[in-house]
């Protein structure tokens, strides 16, 4: 069990510094929200990104704290 316990704080650190990097980058570089974050694959938009990080990072912090 602390396998699965030390998984989703990995998890969560990584989603989070991936978040924590989007935000930078938008504040620091003044970067578009609607600018693409991988060329050539129009779904993966800074703002989209970076929802769909922080929310996962929420989700796993939640599993971690929830996790017996």
């Known amino acids: 069990m602390r396998k699965k316990k030390a998984l989703f704080l990995t998890f969560w650190m990584y989603t989070l510094l991936l978040w924590l990097y989007i935000v930078a980058r938008i ?6 929200l609607d600018a693409l974050y991988v060329n050539f694959v129009p779904f993966f938009t800074f703002i989209r990104l970076g929802a769909i990080a922080f929310v996962l990072s929420m989700i796993f912090m939640y599993l971690y704290l929830t996790e017996d």
Do not use: S
């Not at 504040?27 to 578009?32: A, F, K, L, S, T």
């Open 27 to 32: 504040v620091v570089d003044h970067v578009p």
